[in-house]
């Protein structure tokens, strides 16, 4: 996972999805939203062995086949066609997240001259470059190599130490929370490459205490996940709630929201009150925007965002790689084109649900069923009852406030 999850185009071309271009002044058809965010996968293993991992343990494992490194060729012909496809859509600013398994086993040595080469190649663009990192490799000299680089740095972190170890542990099962704790403790005395930390969500763990966990870190953003699950793979519930995970999340909202002033930013809790205001979303969690990001696996190929590899093996696959085809190639395939038509790719029952465009039918993967992503999401009861509690406090602080004068 990366630092956010996936952002959506800036700004938005509206939360009906992607933009439609008249002809003939009768009909229409759907105008593809250009990529923004380019995750490369630079190392294809890891050194922890996380047991929700949506890249090595859940249905599709085929990463553990891929090339162990993106090979010099592949990485310049990524460049190129990273070039090509910001100068031809006349895009002034991209995301570009080094991405794993585990980017730090490349050595971050590596991963400057990397960012440097990405630079070069779409100037006079602007390229925000991140490293998403488990944290155990992030020493104090590789910390101020990226830093130096201008290359942010996020973390993952499930809470304390008994909440992160219960599921982010070393394959041989020891505690990786030594080494991430001391990678956040550096992190924290350079704000400026400080990215921020995700969390996912453990219903084991008490919520105001992650979060202020996390919050001890000082991280400018945390940003809160729901374990990858769907239909086929159900995620585990506890107790008679109906919707644990967003009960669970409900109680981390009102931690952060009751706190003044609030000492981090919690991108989900803001992408919640940004759609209930009538914004458009810029998360993939959420809302309707066009997804507008896209993976080049270590052996060159496009992918599609990682997370699909919870959903079935091949959901990812493109049949296309940077060697053959360019960006805008990957924009027409079936599979990205539903995933930028925002409603019209909803089940009926979503479409019809009032809440539908905050919710957007939740996280893509998380609707999978029996071969199709035309399903509410697994998490459908916790997301209504997030956003329920969400609107309810703000409709309470909003009929508290001062009427202005007339």
Same mark, same amino acid.
């Given at each position: 996972?990366?630092?956010?999850?996936?952002?959506?185009?800036?700004?938005?071309?509206?939360?009906?999805?992607?933009?439609?271009?008249?002809?003939?002044?009768?009909?229409?058809?759907?105008?593809?939203?250009?990529?923004?965010?380019?995750?490369?996968?630079?190392?294809?293993?890891?050194?922890?062995?996380?047991?929700?991992?949506?890249?090595?343990?859940?249905?599709?494992?085929?990463?553990?086949?891929?090339?162990?490194?993106?090979?010099?060729?592949?990485?310049?012909?990524?460049?190129?066609?990273?070039?090509?496809?910001?100068?031809?859509?006349?895009?002034?600013?991209?995301?570009?997240?080094?991405?794993?398994?585990?980017?730090?086993?490349?050595?971050?040595?590596?991963?400057?001259?990397?960012?440097?080469?990405?630079?070069?190649?779409?100037?006079?663009?602007?390229?925000?470059?991140?490293?998403?990192?488990?944290?155990?490799?992030?020493?104090?000299?590789?910390?101020?190599?990226?830093?130096?680089?201008?290359?942010?740095?996020?973390?993952?972190?499930?809470?304390?130490?008994?909440?992160?170890?219960?599921?982010?542990?070393?394959?041989?099962?020891?505690?990786?929370?030594?080494?991430?704790?001391?990678?956040?403790?550096?992190?924290?005395?350079?704000?400026?490459?400080?990215?921020?930390? $995700?969390?996912?969500?453990?219903?084991?763990?008490?919520?105001?205490?992650?979060?202020?966990?996390?919050?001890?870190?000082?991280?400018?953003?945390?940003?809160?996940?729901?374990?990858?699950?769907?239909?086929?793979?159900?995620?585990?519930?506890?107790?008679?709630?109906?919707?644990?995970?967003?009960?669970?999340?409900?109680?981390?909202?009102?931690?952060?929201?009751?706190?003044?002033?609030?000492?981090?930013?919690?991108?989900?809790?803001?992408?919640?009150?940004?759609?209930?205001?009538?914004?458009?979303?810029?998360?993939?969690?959420?809302?309707?925007?066009?997804?507008?990001?896209?993976?080049?696996?270590?052996?060159?190929?496009?992918?599609?965002?990682?997370?699909?590899?919870?959903?079935?093996?091949?959901?990812?696959?493109?049949?296309?790689?940077?060697?053959?085809?360019?960006?805008?190639?990957?924009?027409?395939?079936?599979?990205?084109?539903?995933?930028?038509?925002?409603?019209?790719? $909803?089940?009926?029952?979503?479409?019809?649900?009032?809440?539908?465009?905050?919710?957007?039918?939740?996280?893509?993967?998380?609707?999978?069923?029996?071969?199709?992503?035309?399903?509410?999401?697994?998490?459908?009861?916790?997301?209504?009852?997030?956003?329920?509690?969400?609107?309810?406090?703000?409709?309470?602080?909003?009929?508290?406030?001062?009427?202005?004068?007339?």
């Amino acid at each position: 996972m990366e630092f956010g999850d996936v952002t959506m185009p800036g700004g938005g071309r509206g939360s009906m999805g992607a933009a439609t271009v008249a002809e003939g002044g009768a009909s229409t058809r759907p105008r593809p939203v250009p990529f923004s965010e380019f995750i490369l996968k630079v190392h294809s293993r890891c050194n922890l062995a996380c047991d929700y991992c949506y890249m090595y343990e859940l249905a599709d494992r085929s990463a553990l086949a891929d090339p162990l490194l993106m090979a010099p060729d592949v990485f310049d012909n990524a460049c190129e066609r990273i070039r090509e496809h910001v100068h031809a859509h006349r895009q002034t600013a991209v995301r570009i997240v080094l991405h794993g398994g585990e980017p730090l086993l490349v050595g971050a040595p590596n991963l400057v001259r990397m960012a440097s080469r990405l630079r070069e190649a779409i100037a006079p663009s602007q390229a925000q470059i991140t490293v998403q990192t488990n944290g155990t490799l992030l020493t104090r000299h590789a910390l101020t190599l990226l830093a130096d680089a201008r290359v942010r740095i996020g973390v993952s972190l499930d809470g304390d130490r008994t909440a992160n170890d219960r599921h982010r542990r070393y394959a041989s099962g020891r505690s990786s929370y030594d080494e991430v704790d001391r990678a956040l403790r550096l992190l924290a005395e350079r704000p400026d490459a400080y990215a921020g930390v $995700l969390c996912v969500v453990d219903l084991a763990a008490d919520p105001r205490q992650t979060y202020e966990a996390l919050l001890s870190y000082r991280p400018p953003m945390v940003d809160f996940l729901l374990p990858h699950a769907n239909w086929e793979a159900p995620p585990p519930r506890r107790g008679a709630d109906p919707s644990p995970y967003g009960t669970w999340l409900a109680a981390a909202f009102d931690a952060w929201y009751d706190t003044s002033p609030r000492l981090t930013r919690v991108r989900l809790f803001e992408e919640l009150i940004n759609l209930l205001f009538g914004g458009r979303s810029r998360t993939e969690s959420l809302g309707l925007s066009p997804v507008a990001a896209v993976v080049i696996n270590t052996d060159g190929a496009y992918e599609q965002v990682d997370t699909l590899r919870s959903t079935y093996p091949g959901a990812v696959d493109t049949d296309l790689t940077v060697f053959t085809d360019t960006f805008d190639d990957v924009l027409h395939h079936p599979a990205v084109i539903a995933r930028q038509i925002g409603v019209d790719a $909803l089940a009926a029952t979503c479409r019809t649900c009032p809440v539908h465009r905050v919710c957007g039918a939740g996280n893509y993967p998380h609707r999978y069923r029996a071969g199709s992503f035309t399903n509410p999401s697994v998490y459908c009861p916790d997301l209504l009852h997030l956003i329920a509690h969400v609107e309810g406090r703000l409709r309470a602080d909003l009929a508290t406030m001062p009427r202005g004068r007339s």
